[in-house]
């Protein structure tokens, strides 16, 4: 791979990272909602969107916006058995939720082929454009992360988003005041779940081949690590978190280390930087204050 390629590779998983990490600081960053199975809704859409489009020739588009909603729904089954919890029991709870995900993906082989992955996910095509060069699907994807900060930026700012800071920041206080606690958190975790959805599309159709442990419980830890670095409540930190930890282990490629210890690296790279920014500055590097 050419210089540019990689650059423009680089440039590409940035801006899925980012989706990640905006449709994340919805649940986590503005419903306070401890999600450590974010990871699930990515691969779920991922798997969705392949399935579709390889079993059912679905175009792009559909199984994009399918992969979505098929994402907020299991975000709507998760709310009933979790939202009631609070804090590290939610967290837990989440994690297992991302653990059982992960599990079917492996076991499932019928639908998923399990361990082996699904190969040959077809580029996405606009009439009759394809999106088969890197520039070009660099540009697909920065065109939906801006479409993404946008409507997220409508949501925060609405009523829906002051009652979603509101619940946050004290539940009770909101409760008592009349709003529905649990619809809300529920609506905030669907759409939560729909980015991230969406996200995975835009990965398998980038890849054109997916496998469960790209979905694992650590996705799930890097994606809040993007939230924690860039700033809670703030979807320029999440764009932030998402440059900075995407590029981080970058350099370690031009470095003479072998395949399987530059994981080991990357992750106590991403534990340093996690470390010293919750040292120096608790709130992320441009993140709001937020009531604990």
């Given at each position: 791979?050419?210089?540019?390629?990689f650059?423009?590779n680089?440039l590409?998983?940035?801006?899925?990272y980012?989706?990640?990490?905006?449709?994340?600081?919805?649940?986590?960053?503005?419903?306070g909602?401890?999600?450590?199975?974010?990871a699930?809704?990515?691969?779920?859409?991922?798997y969705?969107?392949?399935l579709?489009a390889?079993?059912l020739?679905?175009?792009?588009?559909?199984?994009?916006l399918?992969?979505?909603?098929?994402?907020?729904?299991?975000?709507l089954?998760?709310?009933?058995?979790?939202?009631k919890?609070?804090?590290?029991?939610?967290a837990?709870?989440?994690i297992?939720?991302?653990?059982?995900?992960?599990?079917?993906?492996k076991?499932?082989?019928?639908?998923?082929?399990?361990?082996l992955?699904?190969p040959?996910?077809p580029?996405?095509?606009?009439?009759?454009?394809?999106?088969s060069?890197?520039?070009?699907?660099?540009?697909?994807?920065?065109?939906?992360v801006?479409?993404?900060y946008l409507?997220?930026s409508?949501?925060?700012?609405?009523?829906?988003?002051?009652?979603?800071?509101?619940?946050?920041?004290?539940?009770?206080?909101?409760s008592?005041?009349?709003?529905?606690?649990?619809?809300y958190?529920?609506?905030a975790?669907?759409?939560?779940?729909?980015?991230a959805g969406i996200?995975?599309?835009?990965y398998?159709?980038?890849?054109?081949?997916?496998?469960p442990?790209?979905?694992?419980?650590?996705?799930?830890?890097?994606?809040v690590?993007i939230?924690?670095?860039?700033?809670l409540?703030s979807?320029?930190?999440?764009?932030?978190g998402?440059?900075?930890?995407i590029?981080?282990?970058e350099?370690?490629?031009?470095?003479?280390?072998?395949?399987?210890i530059?994981g080991?690296?990357?992750?106590?790279l991403?534990?340093?930087?996690l470390?010293?920014?919750?040292?120096?500055r608790?709130k992320?590097i441009?993140?709001?204050d937020?009531?604990?």
């Amino acid at each position: 791979m050419g210089l540019e390629n990689f650059i423009l590779n680089i440039l590409i998983f940035i801006g899925i990272y980012m989706i990640l990490g905006l449709s994340l600081q919805i649940a986590l960053g503005y419903t306070g909602l401890l999600n450590f199975g974010h990871a699930a809704f990515y691969g779920i859409g991922a798997y969705a969107s392949a399935l579709l489009a390889i079993n059912l020739n679905f175009p792009f588009w559909i199984s994009f916006l399918i992969a979505g909603l098929i994402a907020s729904i299991f975000g709507l089954l998760l709310s009933f058995p979790t939202l009631k919890l609070r804090g590290d029991y939610l967290a837990l709870a989440t994690i297992g939720f991302g653990i059982i995900i992960e599990q079917i993906l492996k076991n499932w082989k019928s639908l998923t082929r399990g361990p082996l992955g699904i190969p040959g996910i077809p580029k996405p095509i606009f009439f009759t454009f394809e999106f088969s060069s890197l520039l070009s699907y660099l540009i697909l994807v920065y065109i939906i992360v801006i479409l993404v900060y946008l409507i997220l930026s409508r949501i925060v700012n609405s009523p829906f988003g002051r009652v979603l800071k509101s619940i946050r920041d004290d539940e009770l206080a909101a409760s008592t005041l009349g709003k529905n606690i649990f619809k809300y958190k529920t609506l905030a975790l669907m759409i939560s779940a729909f980015f991230a959805g969406i996200a995975g599309s835009l990965y398998a159709h980038y890849v054109t081949y997916i496998d469960p442990t790209s979905f694992n419980i650590l996705q799930s830890v890097l994606i809040v690590s993007i939230i924690v670095i860039g700033g809670l409540a703030s979807l320029k930190g999440a764009i932030i978190g998402a440059i900075i930890l995407i590029l981080l282990p970058e350099p370690l490629r031009f470095l003479n280390i072998p395949n399987f210890i530059v994981g080991g690296i990357r992750q106590i790279l991403y534990s340093i930087l996690l470390i010293i920014i919750l040292l120096k500055r608790p709130k992320g590097i441009i993140g709001e204050d937020v009531a604990s």
